[in-house]
């Protein structure tokens, strides 16, 4: 086991991290699991760097105010400390920040069955959403540049309700998110097909599924008989 | 013949969720905690948090659930099982700590955030579970079934013509 093994393991562990999740309901065989795209660490780690290089820049800035010379010397003294610990605590952070950006990447499951589909994410704030294929009204995928360059796009799956902002950027409810994937297109195509068995408005109605309503079965039947009837008539 | 379907709902609930009216008992540390992390916001959150946590009461039945809390302002949720649209169980580091979990239930209605957040559950996963079989689209329900009287009747008559096609092939005596 390497150091990042045990690492990894012992977070988890001390953060109470369920195992993998449950599979949801659903013929065995049609079980898909999916993950995110490895290009996705790398965005994330994009934005992470650009996220601490702002923090980096603050603090630079921060430092700068020092230097003005009409500063009482104990007002820069306090400064100066307060600006050291800020530092020591940014610096700090950086290998947990980075660690947990790569668990999360690596802690990511969206599962689609044939009737239901489950999206597992996050460390310490965990989240697991579970959505049926009847409930499902809308999929969408989208990309920004950077994600496009690097061969990635989300999935957004949603289902009925309210909640959106003007742009059409869902907060949390309502919506599954396929995060940083590489094979939305694979996934998109996967989610169509199975939802086309659903034909209706999928707020609450009973599912109808039976492609040939039972009575029409029923109705080939008497017709078979009758033939069959006329038939041994026939030889009478 | 077959008894008609009826729909899911009328499936008996599991008695271990029959019997849930509380929240556990840690779910009142979390909001201890909670309202300690609010800070300045103590004094206004706490009893908030408190009243909360005392007057939860929860019910499950055939339909759905019920939930109501509040002292002043007196809240009431209900909500039907085939109704639910996506459910979402979330927690924090806290809450796994202390074994707890937020079971956040949508409903088609027009609100961004949860339309009831069943807090404190003795076993969420299981109990996520539990909703997630009543939900629409779970498990199979083929519309008609044998409840389908036209159906029902044709299959008769095809049994009455089968009848007289045995009669007719006879071999006569």
């Known amino acids: 086991m390497t150091l990042v093994e045990w690492v990894k393991d012992a977070v988890l562990r001390l953060a109470r991290v369920p195992a993998d999740p449950h599979v949801p309901e659903g013929a ?40 003005i010379p009409t500063l009482p010397s ?69 990309a920004n540049p950077i994600e496009r360059l690097l061969g990635l796009a989300n999935v957004d799956v949603r289902s009925a309700g309210g909640g959106d902002t003007a742009h059409g950027e869902a907060s949390s409810g309502h919506v599954g998110k396929f995060a940083g994937v590489d094979n939305a297109e694979a996934i998109r195509d996967l989610l169509v097909e199975r939802l086309r068995v659903y034909r209706d408005s999928g707020l609450g109605e009973r599912t109808i599924e039976a492609p040939e309503p039972l009575s029409l079965s029923a109705a080939r039947e008497v017709l078979q008989e009758t033939k069959a009837l006329r038939n041994s008539l026939a030889t009478y | 013949m077959n008894p008609p379907q009826i729909g899911m709902s ?31 916001a103590f004094p206004f959150v706490f009893p908030y948090l408190y009243f909360r946590y005392h007057t939860m009461r929860y019910r499950f039945d055939t339909d759905g659930i019920h939930m109501k809390w509040g002292i002043i302002f007196r809240r009431e949720v209900l909500l039907n ?66 409840a389908d009287p036209v159906a029902a009747v044709l299959l008769e008559i095809a049994g009455e013509l089968r009848g007289i096609r045995a009669l007719v092939e006879r071999p006569r005596a």
């Open chain 2, 10 to 40: 009328a499936a008996p609930i599991p008695p271990h969720i029959v019997a849930i009216e509380r929240p556990r008992e840690s779910l009142m540390t979390y909001y201890v905690l909670k309202a300690i992390a609010a800070n300045v």
């Open chain 1, 74 to 142: 104990l007002v820069r003294a306090i400064w100066l400390a307060v600006e050291a610990g800020a530092v020591g605590l940014f610096v700090a952070s950086i290998p947990i920040t980075y660690f947990l950006q790569r668990l999360n990447y690596e802690m990511r499951w969206y599962i689609v069955t044939d009737r239901s589909l489950r999206i597992r994410s996050g460390v310490v704030w965990l989240q697991e959403i579970t959505m049926t294929f009847a409930n499902i009204q809308e999929i969408r995928v989208n």
């Open chain 2, 81 to 146: 099982y085939s109704r639910i649209q996506d459910i979402h169980l979330r927690s924090n580091l806290i809450e796994r700590w202390l074994g707890l979990a937020r079971i956040e239930i949508q409903t088609a209605s027009g609100s961004a955030s949860a339309n009831m957040t069943l807090e404190g559950m003795e076993d969420p996963e299981g109990m996520r579970d539990f909703l997630y079989s009543r939900m629409r689209g779970t498990r199979e329900e083929k519309a008609g079934g044998a």
């Open chain 1, 28 to 67: 065995e065989e049609s079980v898909r699991v999916f993950n995110a795209g490895r290009n996705y660490f790398t965005w994330r780690m994009i934005l992470w760097g650009l996220g601490n290089a702002a923090t980096a820049l603050g603090l630079a800035a921060a430092f700068a105010v020092s230097f």
